[in-house]
């Protein structure tokens, strides 16, 4: 992988050495036995072409199909950091989560949970609150439905436009 020599910003710079730590250990055992795995290596290496050529939300896409073929923490770990390089800081950091919980890799458990804790600090977050929840309340955002639970709590969200 090409590391730009010059990057604006911490973040970015933080979210290519995350992809160039998953990159490193790739090649073996990285994605699931059997027929997928050819696909999933593919899917791996365009997104990986794509951030090369800072193409990242392309890349994002490439990572979350080779993520669903063969959901690996290394491969969730690269695509929460083309998430945090795309600035879809909430989605990178609920893949930052998941990389915390479920990688047998202390180190990599340790530095997802880090950069979790530093995107949720600068995420958007959008505050749901209302008096009375009536029980048969079906509130979606982008055709989602959210939990209600959430209602008068801050509700992470990617920057952008929503439809509530």
């Known amino acids: 992988m090409n590391l730009p020599t ?5 973040t970015s710079v933080a979210a ?6 998953v990159s490193a250990q790739l090649p073996t055992a990285a994605f699931a036995d059997g027929a997928s795995t050819t696909q999933a290596e593919s899917l791996y ?3 990986k072409a794509l951030i090369d050529q800072k193409r990242y939300h392309e890349a994002c896409d490439k990572f979350a199909a080779s993520f669903k073929i063969s ?6 770990l690269s ?8 600035n879809r800081y909430a989605s990178a950091w609920g893949e930052y989560l998941g990389v915390s919980k479920e990688s047998p890799d202390e180190a990599k ?13 600068k995420m958007p977050k959008l505050h749901l609150s209302m008096a009375t929840i009536p029980p048969d309340l ?3 955002i982008d055709h989602e439905p959210i939990p209600k639970e959430s209602i008068n709590g801050d509700l992470p969200l ?5 439809l509530i």
């Open 6 to 10: 010059r990057l604006a910003g911490k």
């Open 16 to 21: 290519i050495m995350a992809l160039a730590f």
């Open 45 to 47: 290496s365009q997104g």
């Open 71 to 76: 959901p690996t923490p290394n491969t969730r």
């Open 79 to 86: 695509l929460a950091a083309c998430y945090e390089l795309d």
């Open 109 to 121: 458990r340790k530095y997802a949970q880090d950069h979790a804790s530093e995107l949720e600090k």
């Open 138 to 140: 079906v509130l979606k």
């Open 158 to 162: 990617d920057q952008g436009d929503h």
